[in-house]
């Protein structure tokens, strides 16, 4: 069985051969969860297992009082169970073959990767190593906290200002951390660090200790809370609950009342961008910007030469030149050119007409629909830069060049144009991305109080979407990153009140399946409002726009927006013409596009 | 050292005697919680009495736990200490005395109320005890739940068709109640039940103990459980932790493992109201209704005789003929002639200029503001109903008649108009109040996603207000009640969805310390709603109003409202001619009034 939310329903149902797999909705009312489906179905007596290094101490302790109380076991087993079946074999016959328990194949996972560590230098980071290991220990003193335990892997390279390639799209490395007041270390596999990293680690006075070396570390720190806690100075963890694995919590060794109450601020502290981190997020989303308008011009460039998904043959339209996976080729190079680019920050969501439904849709080489004209295009890509992170999408209709729209056919979707409906779901999504990008709030607001905004307007005429609206986003880190969230009420983000320089996506959508797909995505900043009143002289915030690319003006229906709405479509739009065509001086074609698609409502 | 919300804050900086008690604003972030303060300041080794029958076992837990990691303990003591030195004084300085230790005054509690108990009957309750019971049963028996305690006065008088009038303004009596599958026990005073009473609950099978036995028979209870309750076949005990005293929590004498992880379905079922509550309620509004509509139009007929605040002298002030508690007089005699009418359902909040910024405030025929003009005058007020609760907040601007607004005065109150700020503020005020009462959402939606709306247009000017949006409201019962509820983001409002049938307050409002106050509250239900299109075949719901009492157009700033705005106030305006002038045939007045005031906008 396989449990997976929303965004994955449409794509999860494709690709489980549904002979051997049974797709769980989760978070569907009528779903049960990983642990009511155990708790219901394990006869008592028996064990569930679990991989160690795969399941949080929050996740086991959720999982396990379900379990508890129908006596059901569960049990850490080492030694992963797909690891053991992990196949070899190159193709996807023989791999299919290899879960089948057919085919001669040689098993076992590839081993962690040995690619090296690099430095984030301090002109991107915009804080000293010294300087977060200062504060995180004065933390940790007020708190009376003997050690902090990272296990994040985003979280070991904001720390210590390291970088690597360990995972696609995610430049960060296999490793571990531990912070004491006299001691700071990093567990890596020795190597993977170059002389420059250890020049660095060793300026912060960082030690490196070998990546299996945790559970032998760990296990002497928790012998050493034991022994140093009094009852006049107890002394606690840094350990978040959610994010250590519980092979380490098992070696640590230590009942609750060692956990500390407060959270760790590790992840706080890299949610609330630095004005460094923050320039470069500008910077880098100008540069980025100027990657997807020239893909857009290009793309704009080909449509004559595409088959028509309303007039063209089938045999026709099979043969387009371009498909949703070769046009993610050319956005990457574009990307490519820019400067200071690393890699892609996901799996390129490039999707037409239907597979736009499928939210988190990614075209393979070789499973990718043909590009015609007459359909509706859902991109959402974003690059990792050495000085930021980008995630945007832009929804766009492929009108075929010199098509001419039919009397009386305002309600199809036609090579001319979408369809009325289409129209006014593109609308209604952007009528929430608008409220969400205007909406000042006080202080103490969390992500959650807002999401309603970016769904009022679909909400009214019985639409809605089954994803958060927002996700944080790191600096030349994860595309996704907590504490920060804007989405429906949900436990762990309601207690987080969104701070200034924190970044999150903002991304209504609406998915029609079997039809098309709507996402309309900006990264913001949070910032300081100036208000014209300021209640109880509270601080007011709001958002601001990090990506500059002009949304399709052509799916807008204009006597849905209000005049407020219009006016901030025409400044988004000077936004973008003013950070764009400076940079491009030398392309003509990118130039007129930009022009063109900004053009006030 | 008393603790208190925003709410409460101006009146309690009014009310407390600085020169023995400390303000604590609760919910303020630099404000520490009462468990927080008592953990910081009691030594260890020391401990904290509190009395059982106000501490719930949430309480308790959440008191206990911080306490306890100081060494402090937290001891329920029996014997009040206020009950103790409660003086039987009549004369407020005969109070201030006693509570200064001077005086010779006996004290003592007054004993528990004898006033008797009624039947509600199947007419407005819509449902008869036998057939709540049978549901809960059901319920229970699903669960595993050997006993159900009630302590939640208007769960019980919900529960078994019953009111009273123990508590001012709440039709509730002093009871507990015990359900099993084969028992339901009301304990109460013998005295109150009279025979009508006893005949109703012995037709539902009901026993009816005393009230102090409520002890013995939960400690009964708890010893049951765990007699019974065996590894094949648990058994558990429904008793809200936040609604049940710890005095009846450790007469149980049960373990956590006892009780239920599922919620007692009472509160829901009383808050989803079924369709003769709901029909009373839409009856008992337009009644209502006409009872505000008559005060209104009295109160205009009086403005000329009324000094005014911007040109009378200090001593005609002081001489005005109306004040803020003798107006609440002439409102509760407008309300008593209505069919049906039982009590208020609160004290009546009759506040002029800067008593409005008093969220809370109540005169007192001791204490209270003169009434006059060229001064906003805010009225919260509601009323009990055998068929309904009612609860109203209107503000509205009292103008001199004839005054003539000076050229160049528009920023300023005066006789003829009130000040273009208090105009921006009301209208940003009705704005939200609008948002709220439009908005559709899907059946998985709850309170606190709701909120923003209800605030964004103050929040965009750096404006807000210290109170939640809305609260449940009971049938003939408590003017607020759980669980339902639009707030900020809330620990225990986040899990409860809006369902149809459940009763809401709308009510933004905001606060100028010092200068005026302003809240705009109808009550409204929750209802299903048709939507052009329904995605993913989900329910989606709204509201409908129940409260007809026109808005003060007097106060709205035009060019604020988007057209869909104005539309919706015409239309409400509408409704309520239409549900009111068929009613004021015999009172020309008020029917000239009510035409005036819902002119289209």
């Known amino acids: 069985m396989l449990?997976?939310?929303?965004?994955?329903?449409?794509?999860?149902?494709?690709?489980?051969?549904?002979?051997?797999?049974?797709?769980?909705?989760?978070?569907?009312?009528?779903?049960?969860?990983?642990?009511?489906?155990?708790?219901?179905?394990?006869?008592?007596?028996?064990?569930?297992?679990?991989?160690?290094?795969?399941?949080?101490?929050?996740?086991?302790?959720?999982?396990?009082?379900k379990l508890e109380k129908k006596k059901v076991g569960f049990v850490p087993v080492l030694g992963n169970l797909v690891d053991q079946i992990w196949p070899e074999a190159k193709t996807e016959e023989e791999v299919k073959a290899a879960l089948k328990g057919e085919g001669d194949l040689e098993h076992g996972r590839p081993p962690l990767p040995r690619t090296p560590i690099f430095v984030q230098p301090i002109e991107f980071a915009g804080e000293s190593v010294s300087s977060k290991l200062t504060k995180?220990?004065?933390?940790?003193?007020?708190?009376?906290?003997?050690?902090?335990?990272?296990?994040?892997l985003d979280e070991v390279a904001w720390l210590y200002n390291l970088r690597g390639r360990d995972v696609p799209y995610n430049p960060v490395f296999m490793s571990y951390a531990i912070v004491t007041q006299d001691s700071a270390t990093l567990y890596v596999l020795p190597e993977k660090?170059?002389?420059?990293?250890?020049?660095?680690?060793?300026?912060?006075?960082?030690?490196?200790?070998?990546?299996?070396?945790?559970?032998?570390?760990?296990?002497?720190?928790?012998?050493?809370?034991?022994?140093l806690s009094t009852s006049e100075k107890p002394l606690f963890i840094w350990a978040?609950?959610?994010?250590?694995?519980?092979?380490?919590?098992?070696?640590?060794?230590?009942?609750?009342?060692?956990?500390?109450?407060?959270?760790?601020?590790?992840?706080?502290?890299?949610?609330?961008?630095?004005?460094?981190?923050?320039?470069?997020?500008?910077?880098?989303?100008?540069?980025?910007?100027?990657?997807?308008?020239?893909f857009f011009t290009w793309l704009e460039s080909q449509l004559s030469k595409l088959p028509s998904a309303h007039t063209s043959k089938e045999e026709d339209i099979a043969a387009s030149p371009l498909t949703e996976?070769?046009?993610?080729?050319?956005?990457?190079?574009?990307?490519?050119?820019?400067?200071?680019?690393?890699?892609?920050?996901?799996?390129?969501?490039?999707?037409?007409?239907?597979?736009?439904?499928?939210?988190h849709y990614s075209p393979s080489p070789t499973s990718s629909k043909p590009i015609v004209t007459g359909k509706i295009f859902l991109l959402d890509s974003g690059g990792q830069?050495?000085?930021?992170?980008?995630?945007?999408?832009?929804?766009?209709?492929?009108?075929?060049?010199?098509?001419?729209?039919?009397?009386?056919?305002?309600?199809?979707?036609?090579?001319?144009?979408?369809?009325?409906?289409?129209?006014?779901?593109?609308?209604?999504?952007?009528?929430?991305?608008?409220?969400?990008?205007?909406?000042?709030?006080p202080k103490t607001c969390t992500g959650p109080a807002l999401d309603a905004l970016a769904r009022h307007a679909l909400w009214n005429?019985?639409?809605?979407?089954?994803?958060?609206?927002?996700?944080?986003?790191?600096?030349?880190?994860?595309?996704?990153?907590?504490?920060?969230?804007?989405?429906?009420?949900?436990?762990?983000?309601?207690?987080?009140?969104?701070?200034?320089?924190?970044?999150?996506?903002?991304?209504?959508?609406?998915y029609h399946d079997g039809e098309f797909g709507i996402r309309i995505e900006n990264l913001v900043y949070v910032t300081r409002k100036a208000t014209p009143y300021q209640f109880n002289k509270q601080e007011f915030y709001g958002f601001e726009n990090l990506t500059v690319v002009p949304i399709d003006r052509r799916l807008i229906q204009r006597d849905l927006l209000t005049s407020?709405?219009?006016?901030?479509?025409?400044?988004?739009?000077?936004?973008?013409?003013?950070?764009?065509?400076?940079?491009?001086?030398?392309?003509?074609?990118?130039?007129?596009?930009?022009?063109?698609?900004?053009?006030?409502?």
């Open 136 to 152: 995180l220990r004065q933390a940790m003193a007020a708190d009376n906290i003997y050690a902090t335990i990272v296990c994040a």
């Open 385 to 441: 830069y050495r000085d930021g992170t980008t995630d945007i999408t832009r929804t766009i209709f492929l009108a075929r060049p010199g098509a001419q729209a039919d009397d009386g056919k305002e309600n199809e979707e036609t090579d001319a144009h979408p369809s009325a409906f289409q129209k006014e779901c593109f609308t209604r999504v952007l009528k929430g991305h608008i409220a969400l990008a205007r909406q000042i709030f």
């Open 564 to 601: 407020e709405e219009i006016d901030y479509i025409n400044g988004y739009h000077a936004q973008c013409r003013a950070a764009l065509l400076p940079r491009l001086k030398d392309d003509e074609a990118t130039s007129q596009w930009v022009i063109r698609n900004t053009e006030p409502l």
């Open 240 to 294: 978040d609950p959610a994010k250590t694995n519980f092979a380490v919590t098992n070696a640590l060794n230590l009942d609750d009342s060692y956990r500390a109450q407060s959270t760790p601020p590790i992840a706080m502290s890299k949610a609330v961008k630095n004005d460094a981190e923050l320039q470069g997020m500008r910077e880098c989303h100008v540069r980025d910007g100027v990657a997807v308008c020239k």
């Open 3 to 65: 449990w997976t939310d929303g965004r994955y329903f449409l794509q999860a149902a494709q690709q489980l051969d549904p002979t051997c797999w049974t797709l769980m909705k989760d978070r569907l009312p009528e779903t049960p969860s990983i642990e009511e489906w155990l708790a219901n179905n394990i006869d008592a007596g028996k064990q569930v297992g679990f991989d160690p290094y795969l399941i949080s101490l929050s996740e086991f302790k959720r999982i396990n009082s």
């Open 461 to 510: 005429v019985g639409l809605d979407y089954l994803h958060g609206t927002g996700h944080g986003v790191g600096s030349f880190l994860a595309v996704h990153e907590g504490p920060q969230g804007i989405a429906p009420n949900r436990g762990p983000l309601n207690g987080v009140t969104l701070k200034p320089g924190m970044i999150l996506s903002n991304e209504p959508g609406y």
């Open 193 to 227: 660090v170059s002389d420059e990293v250890a020049q660095h680690l060793k300026e912060a006075k960082v030690n490196v200790r070998h990546y299996d070396s945790i559970l032998e570390d760990a296990a002497a720190v928790g012998q050493k809370v034991k022994e």
């Open 325 to 359: 996976y070769s046009v993610t080729d050319v956005l990457r190079n574009f990307r490519a050119e820019q400067d200071k680019f690393v890699d892609l920050s996901f799996s390129t969501i490039s999707s037409i007409g239907a597979n736009g439904a499928v939210i």
